[in-house]
């Protein structure tokens, strides 16, 4: 058994379960402490950043009616996952991770480019850099960290197969016309999404029986 791989899915399983243990899901954890969750807001308000391995994230959610696909009415909001570039605007968009009310994760998905802005990698740079991932924070948002970091590292294999399906939508819509304009249509939002189911995930991985 792969020992990184067993030690990702020990953070995976054992973080949830001790904010359960304090009365919280991760959703709620990852509202940093706000007593409202409003529809676009950034929580944290200032995102959760790691200068030393460049990565960022954030938790926010869409009005009921911009969400999309079968779990719409059940997600509660979504992280938005980067890595940081050398000045504002540089950064590069990873993945989205959606959960539910209960922080139960429900799907990953990629997204077009108008709607993190930044630099496009293309899957293949992306997946090259996916191994060295790494999201560390200080304070209460700590452990939340290291689990977006766990998810990350567990499901690489299919976060390769699905930013190559985010390539190959986006080489679709652009028939006929540039991909810089497919960028900026805001008809084209969510690009590709996989399950992010975490016991099946396991299964597959044999961590568990």
């Given at each position: 058994m ?35 969750f ?7 308000a ?11 994230a ?16 059940q ?18 968009h990873?993945?989205?991770?959606a ?14 480019r ?6 496009w990698?293309?899957?293949a ?24 970091t ?12 699905l ?5 190959a ?8 016309r ?13 690009l ?16 568990l029986?």
């Amino acid at each position: 058994m792969n020992a990184a791989l067993h030690e990702w899915a020990q953070q995976a399983v054992a973080i949830p379960l001790a904010y359960a243990r304090r009365g919280q899901s991760l959703a709620q954890a990852a509202l940093a402490g706000a007593r409202r969750f409003e529809a676009l807001r950034h929580y944290p308000a200032h995102d959760m950043v790691d200068v030393v391995h460049g990565t960022r994230a954030f938790y926010h959610s869409h009005d009921a009616a911009a969400r999309w696909g079968d779990a719409a009415d059940q997600e509660h909001g979504h992280f938005h996952v980067f890595w940081d570039g050398p000045r504002p605007g540089a950064h590069v968009h990873l993945v989205a991770l959606a959960l539910d009310a209960r922080g139960q994760p429900l799907h990953w998905f990629t997204t077009n480019r108008w709607v993190t802005a930044g630099r496009w990698l293309d899957a293949a740079a992306l997946a090259r850099r996916l191994p060295s991932f790494r999201l560390q924070v200080n304070g209460r948002l700590a452990p939340l960290a290291r689990w977006l970091t766990a998810m990350v590292q567990l499901f690489a294999d299919e976060l390769v197969t699905l930013l190559q399906a985010r390539d190959a939508a986006l080489l679709a819509a652009a028939r006929g016309r540039s991909r810089r304009s497919v960028w900026a249509d805001r008809s084209v939002e969510v690009l590709a999404h996989i399950d992010a189911a975490l016991p099946a995930r396991l299964q597959r991985l044999g961590l568990l029986p």
